[in-house]
T-cell receptor
Framework: GAGVSQSPSNKVTEKGKDVELRCDPISGHTALYWYRQSLGQGLEFLIYFQGNSAPDKSGLPSDRFSAERTGGSVSTLTIQRTQQEDSAVYLC?????????????FGPGTRLLVL | AQSVTQLDSHVSVSEGTPVLLRCNYSSSYSPSLFWYVQHPNKGLQLLLK??????LVKGINGFEAEFKKSETSFHLTKPSAHMSDAAEYFCVVRTNAGGTSYGKLTFGQGTILTVHP
């Protein structure tokens, strides 16, 4: 079936504006993850969803970042009052009901540029 | 706590020669280990994974990796490089920490592989 999809693929915004990034996981994947890939920090974990709840939000860098998931499917990552340091590629991954062997499948990412 | 160190930020090989990308990990519990590849402007693709079964793991495109607990290593190898192997490779660790079964991934800094004709 279809893989993980993310939209938009690219987003350019002005400092101070809010942005929403969307992730559509693979059908049936109850676990969903957001990561961020930036030049200075590499790939870092942001948040994990199991169903609609987020047991681990420890990677969110500040209270300007939030995420939700509805219907156990689509997830939205929102960044409020964007800053230039938020510029990065935001990656979403999903996996089957979780366990150590579960493979995370990644989407193509949303490239965010804050001017 | 868990961490991953990829020992080389760049590796350059000639087409047809062996590839070795080195990775060391640190984990308080039994880890699962992965190698992902990222081609330019493409998403991350799983190459192979180790989850406490056989220590020698075979992946896609002729890649394999060996889990060595005594050395805390999980190096990626391929006998003969192809031009299409040029990409960035990430070593990744996932730990089942004290009953927590979900799998937050911790990524290494990446190794860029260049393949010369």
């Amino acid at each position: 079936g279809a893989g993980v999809s993310q939209s938009p693929s690219n987003k350019v915004t002005e400092k101070g504006k809010d942005v929403e990034l969307r992730c559509d996981p693979i059908s049936g994947h109850t676990a969903l993850y957001w990561y961020r890939q930036s030049l200075g920090q590499g790939l870092e974990f942001l948040i994990y969803f199991q169903g609609n709840s987020a047991p681990d939000k420890s990677g969110l860098p500040s209270d300007r970042f939030s995420a939700e998931r509805t219907g156990g499917s689509v997830s939205t990552l929102t960044i409020q009052r964007t800053q230039q340091e938020d510029s990065a590629v935001y990656l979403c991954a999903s996996s089957l009901p979780d366990g150590m062997a579960a493979t995370q499948y990644f989407g193509p990412g949303t490239r965010l540029l804050v001017l | 706590a868990q961490s991953v160190t990829q020992l080389d930020s760049h590796v350059s090989v000639s087409e047809g020669t062996p590839v070795l990308l080195r990775c060391n990990y640190s984990s308080s519990y039994s880890p699962s280990l992965f190698w992902y590849v990222q081609h330019p402007n493409k998403g991350l693709q799983l190459l192979l994974k180790y989850t406490s079964a056989a220590t020698l793991v075979k992946g896609i495109n002729g890649f394999e990796a060996e889990f060595k607990k005594s050395e805390t290593s999980f190096h990626l190898t391929k006998p003969s490089a192809h031009m299409s192997d040029a990409a960035e490779y990430f070593c990744v660790v996932r730990t089942n920490a004290g009953g927590t079964s979900y799998g937050k991934l911790t990524f290494g800094q990446g190794t860029i592989l260049t393949v010369h004709p």
